[in-house]
């Protein structure tokens, strides 16, 4: 077959190692943890669920070489610990019974030991140790390594590369980059030491080189070591592009793939994991200026999911491998849509952050598009209905969307039902807005998904009681959604008004001079959208805080681009009256005050349909609510119960 992106399904060597594509799962930590830090049953899956996909290989993350001075949260590989090679062996022979290579990212966090401990107040009784004492910005005290520490550890990736590779994995990746241990020595900031490892860029590049040759004795010639590195620290005090391309050049001799990604954990998250304000692939002129300098494969990533841009990165010879973790949790079998020339029916990565926000706070994963991440020993296939019904569904946003896939995907055949003339829901309403604009992709493909599944699609079609009991069906999905909240504040009504759900359909209406009503999530995003079409806005909120309803990732983000859009916030602010010079608000002590703008955007919230959930409950034998219907939540609540709502069929 003519393959629509040859350059991305191309295979390569690298080593003595086969891969069937240059599409590579980047390192993601996994679901579980066992107390004695194995790879859990659950892990296992959440990695076998890439390679079923079709990457070319899939690393399993992160694997702490040296706990006595790695106050670990996350894997250990050792002899001492039981279940430990088991686990590992388990998890290797997932991946490779489907295709895919695995491998396994060898780690140190060196001074930011714990950073991802659920358990913060436990970090502290763990051990910090970096190449240059200190304290760092939480106050913890970082004690420096000494040479035999050195030693150890240098040697601890030796042993954990050869136990890997006894255990199945057919390659490691050597974590240089974000932050970690071996950043740490390679970077001007975090190394002061005067030794043989500090001051040149020679000498911070030897515990590198010690390290990769470690990992070369103990697995041999011809066993791929992919080596993880910051192409720029991008911070002042780190190193830069220049000095990056340096550092690349003392390794390449001893690996076999630089995989080059960008900045530091703790100095740049939203730059090491692209966000919604940054443009896809921002991070990947480092690896490209990397390329030209090293005779190696080289590596990128940073927020890729478009598989005609990923095809030009490998075709213009800016990389030869496209690495991947969030694209590949919001649709796993990307690689194989791609291999099958079915790009169109990819669904892309939100870059929401729910994924990594769920790891914080619940060390599990979630994705908001993807209802099988981190539940995957539930089962990652649709079964046939053992018999067949007759379903409608009522809407047509994601919920009723992904509800209707999965009912046809079993067999069922299936009505839905839009009372617009469009699908997608809510999601519409963020075509307008471009960093947002994969949400209302995220409608358009779902509809062209549920159209192949065979649903019949009904627009401009409300299901009433009535319209329910005529159809005579089995079951009915109700995902009718939710409305604006419109409080009764005088002149909110007005023509000056655009109420933020139809921001899309009004945005000409909309001056230079905007209040926006409501700093929760989507006030936010709005009131940055419009500060970056270069109107003066005010954002009101009545809370004493913005965006209270963001993921703990999201939200910092978001609050940096308030700033530098240099948005004015009104917190605490209860608006009164709208006038045509801007809203009238009452701030904390009471007292009246006028928040100028010619245009109003009404943000302030969404309600349940609940009238329309309760006309519809007795019209069928089995009846499932989904989504903003019940409580007005995310697309996260809305795609994961309108999957099982079918799957309960």
């Known amino acids: 077959m003519q393959r629509k992106y040859p350059n991305l399904c191309k295979p390569i060597q690298i080593g003595n190692v086969d891969f069937r594509n240059r599409m590579f799962s980047a390192p993601m930590g996994g679901t579980d943890i066992t107390a004695d830090c194995t790879i859990g049953r659950a892990s296992t899956a959440f990695y076998e669920l890439r390679a079923k996909g079709g990457a070319a290989a899939?690393?399993?993350?992160?694997?702490?070489?040296?706990?006595?001075?790695?106050?670990?949260?996350?894997?250990?590989?050792?002899?001492?610990?039981?279940?430990?090679?088991?686990?590992?062996?388990?998890?290797?022979?997932?991946?490779?019974?489907h295709g895919a290579i695995a491998s396994v990212e060898l780690s140190h966090s060196g001074q930011y030991a714990g950073t991802y401990l659920t358990d913060k107040d436990k970090k502290r009784s763990l051990a910090q140790w970096g190449p240059s004492a200190g304290v760092r910005p939480d106050g913890l005290e970082v004690k420096e390594l000494t040479q035999e520490i050195i030693d150890e550890i240098a040697a601890?990736?030796?042993?954990c590369a050869g136990l890997a590779k006894r255990a199945g994995f057919e390659m490691v990746m050597i974590h240089g980059g974000h932050g970690w241990l071996i950043n740490q020595f390679l970077s001007p900031y975090f190394n002061r030491r005067t030794d043989k490892y500090g001051g040149s860029l020679e000498n911070r590049v030897r515990f590198a080189r010690e390290v990769l040759d470690r990992v070369r004795k103990t697995v041999g010639a011809g066993f791929p070591i992919e080596f993880r590195m910051s192409g720029s620290e991008l911070f002042d005090g780190g190193y830069d592009l220049a000095e990056g391309i340096q550092i690349a050049k003392l390794l390449e001799s001893r690996v076999d793939l630089l995989h080059v990604s960008a900045g530091t954990y703790q100095r740049g998250f939203s730059i090491t994991h692209p966000s919604m304000f940054l443009s896809h692939g921002c991070n990947v002129y480092l690896a490209a200026a990397i390329k030209k300098q090293v005779s190696v494969p080289v590596a990128t990533l940073g927020g890729l999911n478009d598989p005609a841009a990923m095809e030009e990165i490998i075709a213009g010879g800016k990389a030869d491998i496209v690495e991947m973790a969030r694209a590949l949790l919001a649709d796993h079998e990307l690689p194989r849509k791609v291999m099958s020339n079915r790009g169109a029916d990819i669904v892309k990565c939100l870059r929401c952050f729910t994924c990594m926000a769920e790891r914080v706070a619940t060390s599990t994963r979630r994705c908001t598009v993807n209802p099988l991440i981190g539940r995957e020993l539930d089962g990652t296939e649709v079964v046939p209905a053992a018999q067949p019904h007759k379903v409608l569904v009522a809407g047509g946003g994601p919920g009723g969307l992904k509800a209707a896939i999965t009912a046809a995907r079993r067999g069922h055949q299936v009505i839905l039902c839009e009372?617009?003339?469009?699908?997608?829901?809510?999601?519409?309403?963020?075509?307008?807005?471009?960093?947002?604009?994969?949400?209302?992709?995220?409608?358009?493909?779902?509809?062209?998904?549920?159209?192949?599944?065979?649903?019949?699609?009904?627009?401009?079609?409300?299901?009433?009681?009535?319209?329910?009991?005529?159809e005579k069906v089995d079951a009915l999905i109700i995902a009718v959604g939710s409305e604006p909240l419109i409080p009764p504040i005088p002149g909110l009504k007005g023509d000056n008004v655009v109420v933020v759900n139809n921001y899309y359909m009004e945005k000409d209406k909309v001056s230079d001079q905007v209040v926006v009503l409501g700093?929760?999530?989507?006030?936010?995003?709005?009131?940055?959208?419009?500060?970056?079409?270069?109107?003066t806005v005010h954002l009101v909120e009545m809370r004493n805080e913005l965006a209270p309803d963001a993921n703990i990732r999201h939200r910092p983000i978001l609050l940096k681009e308030i700033?530098?859009?240099?948005i004015h916030a009104h917190t605490g602010?209860?608006?009164?009256?709208?006038?045509?010079?801007g809203a009238v608000c009452a701030d904390d002590s009471g007292r009246e005050q006028v928040v100028p703008g010619t245009s109003v955007i009404c943000a302030l919230g969404q309600r349940a349909r609940r009238e329309v959930v309760e006309e519809l409950l007795d019209c069928a034998p089995y009846v499932a609510q989904i989504g903003d219907c019940v409580r007005a939540s995310t697309i996260t609540t809305a795609i994961y119960q309108g999957y099982h709502a079918a799957l309960d069929i």
């Open 573 to 581: 602010y209860k608006a009164l009256r709208v006038t045509e010079e």
């Open 419 to 470: 009372k617009t003339n469009e699908l997608g829901g809510i999601l519409k309403g963020e075509q307008a807005i471009f960093f947002k604009y994969e949400m209302y992709e995220l409608g358009v493909t779902l509809g062209k998904l549920a159209q192949d599944a065979g649903v019949e699609i009904r627009l401009q079609t409300t299901v009433t009681k009535e319209y329910a009991e005529k």
């Open 156 to 159: 601890a990736y030796g042993n």
């Open 519 to 535: 700093g929760g999530l989507a006030g936010c995003e709005a009131a940055i959208h419009l500060a970056r079409e270069g109107k």
């Open 563 to 566: 700033e530098k859009n240099k």
């Open 58 to 97: 899939v690393t399993v993350s992160e694997c702490m070489v040296h706990p006595d001075t790695d106050g670990s949260h996350a894997y250990h590989l050792d002899l001492q610990t039981v279940g430990s090679l088991a686990s590992f062996t388990y998890t290797a022979d997932a991946i490779r019974r």
